[in-house]
């Protein structure tokens, strides 16, 4: 159920307590990029572009589902893989060459 805010003072109260929460979400999300990289063997199987695009087309129906709009939700999670995707990458150099050594 939606929370009604009769001040801007309340919507930002509210906005921060959504920030708190999903930058604790990106945390464990970004725990969850650093294992997968331990199972990739190249830095093409990193980027899969074929996952980001079934992870685009599942994050636009929930959002659709959920009320909330598919094209500003397309937007950020297309930010977020890219920046999980470098995180990934790096994550993979080091552990080739670990393997390696």
């Known amino acids: 159920m939606a929370i009604i805010c009769t001040t ?5 109260k509210n906005i921060d307590r959504l920030d708190h ?3 604790a979400l990106l945390a464990e999300r ?9 199972f990739k063997k190249d830095s093409d199987s ?8 079934q992870v685009i087309d599942k994050v636009r129906d929930l959002s659709q589902s959920l009320g909330a709009n598919p094209d500003v939700t397309e937007q950020v999670y297309r930010a977020m893989i890219a920046a999980f995707i470098q995180q990934e990458l790096a994550e993979h150099a080091v552990l080739s060459k670990e393997s390696k050594a």
Request: proline share 4%; no cysteine.
């Open 21 to 23: 929460q999903i930058v």
């Open 8 to 12: 801007l003072e309340q919507v930002r």
């Open 46 to 53: 990193v980027k899969a572009p074929q996952r980001v695009e």
């Open 30 to 38: 970004g725990g969850f990029v650093s294992q997968a990289a331990r």
